[in-house]
């Protein structure tokens, strides 16, 4: 887009580029998202800024009606794959707060300058600057959902002192801390809501149209007791589960409804034994909804196909969930293979009561974490009841994640921790690509082998050059493949043998026991 094309989008109030840039008034020295529902500035008013960050650093603040700072994350970070892409998510998950600039450089396998250079380049902003912005983005959600004192919200949020954190939310905002939170509990007052007891509470913005009824369908269907539930009938679920952060754990509780009045937002709370976890976790839960996609791209490509068109046209804004563990997501590929979903669902069970970590305090059904990888690579797993070879796969699974092998964590290299999957005995192609798909949130992944794909491209009477029409969105084509066989109004994955749930196994040789199973 030329700043022709973009000031269109802005006098339209186009939300399909919220998050894509940012809008920059110079009169006013205010910044804000595209969709800004404020009068259209002029056009020799206006600058374009590729991030919140570098808007915040040329000195504007951000806007109180859209609050731009809040806008989801832009969906090139998951289609692409190079290392500004990396760094970014990285960024997001907090990396820079825990380990600094040379930690970033370090996981990239770049130095400093390199990195600083490339983000500043594309982005208008260092990693610090982005680090910065993010840190502020986090302490007004501590400021105005929390009773946390102004002082622990400082070192909660990443600052490094008082001082820094007043100025940034000075320079950010135009409000002190303490008039930021002050502004919140009139406006709860006023809205006769009652303040929160318990919890960080949450809005999960999202872009375009959200199949929330897939989503919640998906999860619900592979949940596991002790680390997941999910409650309340069809439109109005809840999804809750624990997690596993930097610093402690967390539970996380998220709604299947939307935002009043039709809010691109979805309700979520965030009980925390250490809030400087909320940025992690708030990362983590917006991977595992998949809701940084941009559907309007996938609809895009996709809506013109012959194949995936109807697909489209029938479910809009369906998603590609991730995960909120890539571990973890990886230990249950290889679970699912060959058997079932319920019959996954049960062994992922077991091994949770066998050598999950106890929540120091049960939170309702919530029990556990998931085993750590460390855990699972010294253990017998005889418990499960599984063949040898399976169990061996298991432990195998859990040393590579465990030694650093095999690298699944926020911005980790799809192809590298693809081959490193690969190189694991008894992990073929369809659990690689699993778990490329949804531990690793890779938007273009097909599953050819898959029981659910085969089938679904039979229905629709189609072969497999479907999906090379379907780059760079073919995770969302396997999706829709998935809903294709479960039916109308059914979630992706129900319909019994119409996902990989009982196939025939992969045949490249003795040394590969890789199972097409449940996903």
């Known amino acids: 887009m030329d700043d022709d094309s973009r000031y269109e989008a802005v006098r339209s109030r186009d939300e399909r580029f919220d998050g894509v840039f940012f809008t920059a008034v110079v009169t006013t020295g205010i910044y804000c998202r595209p969709s800004c529902p404020a009068t259209t500035p002029k056009r020799e008013n206006v600058r374009f800024l590729p991030s919140a960050a570098a808007a915040q650093a040329a000195g504007f603040r951000a806007c109180r009606r859209c609050r731009p700072d809040a806008v989801p994350g832009s969906a090139q970070w998951n289609a692409r794959a190079d290392a500004v892409a990396r760094a970014m998510h990285m960024i997001a998950d907090g990396v820079v707060d825990r380990e600094g600039v040379a930690g970033l450089a370090r996981r990239l396998g770049y130095s400093a300058r390199q990195v600083q250079r490339q983000l500043t380049d594309e982005l208008g902003a260092g990693p610090v600057a982005l680090a910065r912005a993010q840190r502020a983005h986090t302490a007004r959600i501590l400021l105005t959902g929390t009773g946390l004192p102004v002082t622990e919200v400082a070192f909660a949020a990443g600052f490094s002192s008082v001082r820094q954190f007043n100025d940034t939310m000075r320079e950010t905002y135009a409000r002190t801390p303490s008039e930021l939170r002050a502004a919140a509990r009139g406006g709860r007052e006023q809205a006769g809501a009652a303040p929160h007891s318990a919890g960080i509470p949450l809005r999960l913005a999202y872009r375009g149209p959200y199949d929330a009824r897939q989503v919640f369908g998906f999860l619900a269907l592979r949940a596991i007791p002790g680390i997941e539930e999910v409650t309340g009938a069809p439109g109005r679920r809840t999804y809750r589960r624990t997690l596993a952060l930097p610093h ?21 709370r965030l009980r925390l034994s250490d809030p400087r976890d909320l940025t992690a976790a708030v990362q983590r839960v917006r991977r595992l909804f998949d809701l940084d996609a941009d559907p309007y791209a996938v609809a895009e490509r996709l809506g013109a196909d012959p194949v995936f068109g109807p697909l489209v046209a029938a479910r809009p804004g369906l998603r590609s969930p991730g995960a909120a563990d890539p571990a973890e997501l990886a230990v249950r590929a ?15 069970a077991t091994l949770v009561a066998a050598h999950g970590k106890p929540l120091p305090a049960p939170d309702g059904a919530l029990t556990h974490l998931f085993p750590e990888p460390a855990a699972l690579a010294g253990a017998a797993l005889t418990e499960l009841g599984m063949p040898g070879s399976r169990r061996a796969t298991l432990r195998a699974i859990g040393a590579a994640l465990a030694d650093g ?3 699944l964590g926020p911005g980790a290299d799809r192809a590298e921790a ?15 690509g699993y778990v490329r798909m949804r531990a690793l949130g ?18 629709l009477n189609a072969g497999p050059e479907a999906a090379g029409r379907a780059a760079p969105w073919r995770s969302y084509a396997v999706h829709h493949l998935w809903a294709a066989t479960a039916g109308p109004g059914t979630p992706a994955g129900s319909a019994p043998g119409s996902t990989p749930e009982t196939t025939t196994p992969d045949t490249p040789g003795p040394a590969r026991a890789d199972r097409k199973g449940s996903h």
Do not use: K, S, Y
């Open 405 to 407: 092998t095999a690298d």
């Open 248 to 268: 402690g754990t967390g539970v996380a509780e998220v709604g299947e409804w939307p935002g009043p009045r039709g809010g691109r937002w979805l309700p979520c």
């Open 442 to 459: 890779d938007p273009d992944v097909f599953l050819p082998g898959d029981a659910g794909v085969r089938h679904g491209l039979r229905l």
């Open 418 to 432: 693809e081959r490193a999957l690969l190189a694991v005995r008894g992990v073929g192609p369809w659990t690689a």
């Open 334 to 348: 290889v679970l699912g293979q060959q058997v079932t979903v319920a019959a996954a669902r049960t062994l992922a």
